[in-house]
């Protein structure tokens, strides 16, 4: 045997000696256990449910919560809440469980997003945002929503916008929280960067690629310049919260994309300045519609990690519209 190989033997051995000499690791009791929980627990839902609905791409995951039925708020008409991406409705549930406490709440993941089936193409096809408006409004079919509220916010407020234009008579409002118009040489960017298509590779690299894009989401405006001028100014989120966010990425890693590819084709200003039904929207969308109704909601950071007197007060904007106070 060569110097190596007995040097590789000895080191073998000894590890094993090492490890028989180790004492077992100490088991925390339960109190212990539900302390070590105590931060993953902070952001699990509580009012929110996970549902499955069937379509004929296949099955669409949603959020479904609400009052008790003997609350007469489980009477008011249902909110349809459409996420942003490139996240999915799981990062929303704060939000969501706050809005369900005054009505039936409705949080499906667009298709290819999330637990939903990807778009059933033929190939060489490419799905445009009318698409994912239709499937939404099949989700709606398929839940047993006739009318109902819309809610939505950059990617999902396209979705609704959308929604809105083809289904007016199924509308009753529209909020949303922003449209992130853009154009020119910034549109141009998003569409090369920002929701990039996915390939997994048996070495795990998309998988480290993932990790440093959802670093960088939650760092850098937009992710992918990494200039001092684009620093959001603050910290990552908690390791509880990245998990949720990572996993949720890793779902629709080869999916998303084509939503995003639809998203900057849509013509946002035409069809949103088109809307007939009542509004409330940020300033972007105010100038585009005068006749909508303006807000200005302020979260301090990504809705997962916004503290809940933040997120009460952006719901009770939202409420106090719907409810036409």
Known sequence: MTSFGTAVVAMVVLAGTALAQTPPPTIPDGGAKRAELKPWMAHQPKVMKRRFADLAEGQVHYWQGGPAKADKNSRKTPLVFMHPGPQTARVQVPLLDVLAETRPVYAPDLMGMGDSAPPL????????????????????????????????SSLGGYVAVEMAHQRPDRVKHLVINRLNIMTGELLKQFTAYHGPKVVPDQSGMYVTFLWSRLKDLYTYVPWFQHDAKNLRGRGLPSPEIMHIAFTEQVKMATTQYMAFDAYWRYPIAERFAGLKVPVMAGADGVKLLPGAKSWDPKLSGDVIEAPEAELRAYAAEAAAYLDGK
Not at 136 to 144: C, E, S
């Open 121 to 152: 193409l033929k190939d060489g096809e490419a799905p445009e945002l009318e698409y994912y408006a239709d499937a939404a409004l099949r989700f709606a079919d398929a839940v047993g929503l006739k009318e109902f509220d819309l809610m939505g």
